[in-house]
Antibody, heavy 122, light 110 residues
């Protein structure tokens, strides 16, 4: 079964760092673009950025460039989303998702992780 | 303010047909980029409903269909059912090949 399993919920204080994960299984992890999507409480979906695990080619939305870092570890089939200094406004659900066709991200995202809730509060 | 504009809400009675619009610009949909549609049931992760503007992934009922014209795209749902009540999002790319989502549309089945 093709699946993405994300790390568990996090509660952090402003200024702290955080790295959440998304582990792929059941397919060739290195050949499919992985995207990260933010959903703030009661709000819509926001495209954050994507990574191609095969060569770590990464693209960011202008809204998230410099605010987060997307990375991947081919040896463990895991993608990551990290913050160096969290803000209260980073409180949200974060989803990872796989693009449906190998080698390109022009197609829809067909496999989604279950989501990771990040709460940032003093 | 989302790059792609969707109506905040639509509604319809069981059995009816509803459409959800997604309006972009010459920088995204109008530039020829495909539109993808996602369904998000309450408390769950989004699910791919329509890919590459018109294609239904395996398992998606043929009651769901997509189309595009100019700078806009549409999702049509025929034979509305209670389980279709959800949030629907369109997604495309802009000229810098960064993804953009619509603001989402809440579908209510009356």
């Amino acid at each position: 079964e093709v699946q993405l399993v994300q790390s568990g919920a996090e509660v952090k204080k402003p200024g702290e760092s955080l790295k959440i994960s998304c582990k792929g299984s059941g397919y060739s992890f290195t050949n499919y673009w992985i995207g990260w999507v933010r959903q703030m409480p009661g709000k819509g979906l926001e495209w954050m950025g994507i990574i191609y695990p095969g060569d770590s080619d990464t693209r960011y939305s202008p809204s998230f460039q410099g605010q987060v870092t997307i990375s991947a570890d081919r040896s463990t089939s895991t993608a990551y989303l990290q913050w160096s200094s969290l803000k209260a406004s980073d409180t949200a659900m974060y989803y990872c998702a796989r693009h449906s066709v190998a080698g390109t991200y022009n197609y829809g995202m067909d496999v989604w992780g279950q989501g990771t809730t990040v709460t940032v509060s003093s | 303010q989302s790059v792609l504009t969707q109506p905040p809400s639509v509604s319809g009675a069981p059995g009816q047909r509803v459409t959800i619009s997604c309006t972009g610009s010459s920088s995204n949909i109008g530039a020829g980029y495909d539109v993808h549609w996602y369904q998000q049931l309450p408390g769950t992760a989004p699910k791919l409903l329509i890919s590459e503007t018109i294609n239904r992934p395996s398992g998606v009922p043929d009651r769901f269909s997509g189309s595009k014209s100019g700078t806009s795209a549409s999702l049509a749902i025929a034979g509305l059912q209670a389980e279709d009540e959800a949030d629907y999002y369109c997604q495309s790319y802009d000229s810098s090949l960064r993804g953009v989502f619509g603001g989402g549309t809440k579908l209510t089945v009356l």
